[in-house]
């Protein structure tokens, strides 16, 4: 399988030395990468300014703004079957950039704009035999955000992120499909993790094929 695979933050920049951004350390996009490369399937990863090291073998795209990131994921995922949208991204930007270092000052006001929503733009565009995977960041307890994220973006799976995986080793996720369904694996490794969200790409693609009838078709 040809997967691409987003990861790290973006830094969306005030002056030539300051940024806004989110926090992302890389692991978990890293834990994918290295999963996914051990069982063979083809990898692109878009990665945003991140010092983690992910699989030699892989095809590495780094970018640094969330514009780059989108543009690079709209370039690359018409040639890719699934895209796993595990970035990140800064919700705003600056609207105003300075290309040198401002001085420091008592106050200083920025005007933010939001940035694109890259994982909705590319399942818009996404074909019939194409995936799109999708990470929700989310305070604790709030699934509901996530799931009506999964609509809204068309998504074909989606995982919700509590707040304290950022810069930890572990995750507490969930799982969730466009039908209802929830899986709680608990809380795991990153690696553990990964390995285990690999474990269901097939699912998404054979569920698409027994809605076809390629399930009573195998009978």
Do not use: C
């Not at 040639?79 to 991204?89: K, R, W």
């Not at 307890?141 to 609509?151: D, H, M």
């Not at 390629?214 to 009978?219: E, L, M």
Request: no cysteine; aromatic share 6%.
């Amino acid at each position: 399988m040809r997967i691409l695979l987003t990861a790290g933050p973006t830094h969306e920049p005030i002056d030539s030395v300051r940024y806004i951004g989110n926090r992302s350390s890389g692991q978990l996009g890293a834990a994918i990468a290295a999963h996914a490369v051990d069982e063979g399937h083809t990898v692109t990863v878009i990665a945003g300014p991140v010092a983690v090291a992910f699989p030699s073998v892989a095809t590495r795209i780094d970018v640094e703004t969330a514009r780059e990131m989108h543009l690079a994921v709209m370039q690359q995922f018409p040639q890719h079957d699934l895209l796993i949208m595990a970035a990140a991204v800064a919700d705003f930007r600056p609207v105003r950039t300075y290309g040198t270092k401002l001085p420091r000052k008592d106050h200083f006001s920025l005007e933010l704009e939001p940035t694109t929503d890259i994982l909705a733009e590319a399942s818009a565009i996404k074909q019939p035999t194409q995936r799109t995977i999708g990470f929700s960041l989310e305070q604790a307890g709030n699934v509901a955000r996530s799931r009506e994220k999964l609509v809204r973006k068309k998504l074909d799976l989606i995982v919700y992120n509590p707040t304290s995986t950022m810069n930890s080793t572990d995750i507490d996720a969930i799982f969730l499909w466009p039908d209802g369904r929830e899986e709680r694996p608990g809380g795991v490794s990153k690696s553990d993790f990964a390995r285990l969200l690999l474990s269901h790409e097939m699912e998404l693609f054979t569920t698409e094929a027994q809605r076809h009838g390629g399930a009573s078709d195998s009978k």
